[in-house]
Nanobody, 127 residues
């Protein structure tokens, strides 16, 4: 199991940007599909973005397309979520998740696919 630690959350104003990072332990990071999910108070956890092990495949929730960007640095065992033009609706705890795969181009948007989760980082967007 890979260990995941998110960072980069905080309190920002609507329209601002934030970049979240997720550092992973282990030596096989380049074989993991990585995902970002979020959970707002009183709501279910929802998919935000995912990236394939190679970094060439990505998918986004419709609500963040065009404003959020997921990327990874396999040499540094880190995945990033660049969030631009933030809205108050983005306020949530953001989690990164990982699952090992044989296929470098695959990615998953369903949380049940993931085997490892970080502890989360709070993002609060004020209006």
């Amino acid at each position: 199991q890979v260990q995941l630690v998110e960072s980069g959350g905080g309190l920002v104003q609507a329209g601002d940007s934030l970049r979240l990072s997720c550092a992973a332990s282990g030596r096989t990071f380049s074989s993991y599909v990585m995902g970002w999910f979020r959970q707002a108070p009183g709501k279910e956890r929802e998919f935000v973005a995912t990236i394939s092990p190679s970094g060439l495949g990505t998918r986004y929730a419709d609500s963040v397309k065009g404003r959020f960007s997921v990327s990874r640095d396999n040499g540094k065992n880190t995945v990033f979520l660049q969030m631009n033009i933030l809205k108050p609706a983005a306020t949530a705890v953001y989690y990164c998740a990982a699952v090992l795969t044989r296929y470098s181009g695959t990615y998953f948007s369903h949380d049940f696919r993931y085997a490892s989760w970080g502890q989360g980082t709070q993002v609060t967007v004020s209006s």
